[in-house]
């Protein structure tokens, strides 16, 4: 390749460059307004060294986006049982806000602001199955608390799990090299049409920071569960037991969920389930125990079954601030019931 071929390639690819930041930066602008940072404070369970367990409050931090005057869509992990929750907007406004639903396994939550937000920028969720491995792709999100910050790159890959009747276990992660850190989890990732394609939810890494590997649930499960199939939020932090753990804590069946953290004002605060007090390591991993274990939800057995978490989703979706809801749970060694 002589010279004057290699200049003109050299001066398309910097043209290349140039038009694609511009366009970033067009569609960013535009889309900005919509992103927010997520303040909640968690009341949680630590040992000391004198293996004494106490409560302490604590401070975490996520991003989320609006797409509507007062609903916001983040991360199941920022919003697990907050005691507090605020939302930042770029204007510095900030405002209380509610869960209203979540799902653990997706990594997603819908939150509400305590009073809609004036003259607001929302943004869309796209058609995430029309996602192609090798597409530009960007994320903004407050990565280490820094407010507003973009980073941008490519989609690399999938992780799905087929989707079916059964919420609980539903996955559909978009694989991404576009950096995400501490901060970024519940901020959108855009498509260059300025659309939401997908909820930063996580990364796989070896090191604790970034490696080129992160994922963000899909736009279109998303959509799905928390505006169509919304299941109210609960409001504790649960553990399904595994066989060989209920044996070990003398639960009188195979499975149950065990209650690690209950908020307060939530309708497992109101219903009285308890939360637990005592940090332990069993087959090494961390639990809370001392909580109640929880059996059956409106008489719906609880098993690690398709069936049994689709029976207990069918009862927990036509739950309202009027329902009638009942459990029963394993407190003490006694077999209670608590209603709603």
Request: net charge neutral.
């Amino acid at each position: 390749m002589n010279s004057n071929k290699i200049i003109s390639t050299i001066a398309l690819i910097l043209c290349v460059f140039s038009i694609n930041a511009q366009d970033l930066s067009s569609i960013y602008s535009k889309v900005n307004p919509a992103v927010v940072v997520i303040y909640t404070q968690e009341n949680s369970i630590v040992t000391n060294g004198n293996n004494e367990s106490t409560q302490v409050t604590t401070n975490n931090l996520g991003s989320g986006f609006l797409i509507s005057r007062d609903l916001i869509v983040t991360a199941a992990h920022v919003v697990k049982v907050p005691e507090s929750l605020k939302v930042l907007f770029v204007d510095n406004e900030v405002i209380n806000a509610k869960v209203i639903s979540t799902y653990q396994s997706a990594d997603i939550a819908l939150i509400k602001l305590e009073h809609p937000k004036i003259n607001p920028t929302t943004v869309t969720f796209g058609d995430s199955d029309s996602v192609k491995v090798g597409q530009q792709v960007f994320v903004v999100g407050a990565p280490f608390g820094i407010d507003h910050s973009l980073s941008s790159g490519y989609v690399s890959g999938f992780k799905r799990q087929s989707m079916g009747k059964n919420p609980f276990t539903t996955v559909d992660f978009i694989q991404t090299d576009a950096a995400i850190n501490q901060g970024n989890s519940g901020g959108p990732m855009f498509n260059l049409d300025g659309e939401v394609i997908g909820i930063v939810s996580h990364i796989a890494t070896k090191t604790g920071g970034f490696q080129g590997i992160g994922y963000a649930c899909s736009s279109n499960l998303a959509s799905y569960l928390l505006l169509n199939n919304k299941m109210p939020w609960l409001g504790g932090e649960l553990h399904p037991l595994s066989p060989e753990e209920t044996a070990i804590l003398n639960v009188p069946q195979k499975s149950g969920l065990l209650v690690q953290r209950v908020a307060s004002g939530s309708i497992f605060d109101k219903m009285g389930v308890k939360g637990g007090t005592t940090e332990a390591i069993i087959k090494n991993r961390k639990l809370i125990l001392g909580g109640d274990i929880i059996l059956t939800f409106n008489n719906v057995t609880f098993e690690v079954t398709d069936q049994s978490l689709i029976d207990i989703a069918n009862v927990a979706k036509d739950i309202t601030k009027d329902s009638n809801f009942q459990i029963t749970v394993l407190r003490n060694g006694r077999v209670i019931t608590l209603k709603y």
